[in-house]
């Protein structure tokens, strides 16, 4: 079993819909939680970061962690076709430095 | 640019021969992490180091993998005897002193022919 769970899609929504995206994880330890954005041939893009359970918001992106239930979200809302890329989730125990990474899900707005 | 610098973009490599990587951490930050990228693959972890130290080397190759980061200059991925599977993305990413918040560089893309 892999440490993160990410379901790799790919996604498909219409411009201004609402995306969920989500990771499970299995590693107690982990209590930095962070979302990525990669567009193809990129660097990943650090779109959130938090370290404890609840919501935080940025603008039209908002993360949510739930640690009692190993569980993290990502939500976009009003989407954009300019927001069709790869989401990766990543997390780490904050002793180490490492950062373990979901497989990443592919979304697509469509105009 | 202030933001974490990788070069070269692109790199062919013949088999057996060497590779070398260079990253720019973003200005004011200490610490280098190197990731390797698969296709349809996650990113994983390689090493994380700090100024003329290496910190955790757990997700590095036993053989032919090396890293550095000098007092003076880039950190360095080295790959000695490239093979075809050494093929792939690697990113660096910096973060600053006590914070877990890594800022990725645009990534090298190794290609062994």
């Known amino acids: 079993q892999k440490e993160v769970e990410q379901d790799p899609g790919p996604l498909s929504v219409p411009e201004g819909a609402i995306v969920s995206l989500n990771c499970t994880y299995s590693?107690?330890?982990?209590?930095?939680f962070m979302w990525y954005r990669q567009y193809s041939r990129k660097g990943p893009e650090l779109l959130m970061y938090?370290?404890?359970?609840g919501n935080k918001e940025d603008g039209r992106f908002t993360a949510q962690v739930d640690k009692s239930s190993k569980y993290i979200s990502l939500f976009i809302r009003d989407s954009q076709p300019s927001d069709s890329a790869t989401y990766l989730c990543?997390?780490?125990?904050?002793?180490?430095?490492?950062?373990?990474f979901g497989q990443g899900t592919t979304l697509q707005v469509k105009p | 640019n202030a933001g974490v610098m990788q070069n070269p973009r692109h790199l062919v490599r013949r088999r057996g021969q060497e590779a070398r990587l260079r990253c720019s951490p973003m200005?004011?930050?200490?610490?280098v992490y190197w990731y390797r990228q698969l296709p349809e693959e996650g990113l994983k972890f390689m090493v994380y180091?700090?100024?003329?130290?290496?910190?955790?080397e757990s997700g590095m190759p036993k053989e032919r993998f090396s890293a550095e980061f000098p007092k003076e200059g880039p950190s360095i991925l080295r790959i000695q005897q490239v093979v075809r599977g050494d093929s792939a993305a690697y990113f660096c990413?910096?973060?600053?002193?006590?914070?877990?918040?890594?800022?990725f560089g645009p990534g090298t893309r190794l290609t062994v022919t």
């Open positions: 590693n107690s330890a982990f209590q930095y």
């Open positions: 990413a910096s973060s600053g002193q006590g914070s877990d918040e890594q800022y």
């Open positions: 200005k004011g930050h200490s610490h």
């Open positions: 990543a997390m780490s125990s904050g002793n180490t430095g490492k950062l373990i």
């Open positions: 180091l700090q100024k003329e130290n290496i910190i955790d």
């Open positions: 938090t370290y404890s359970s």
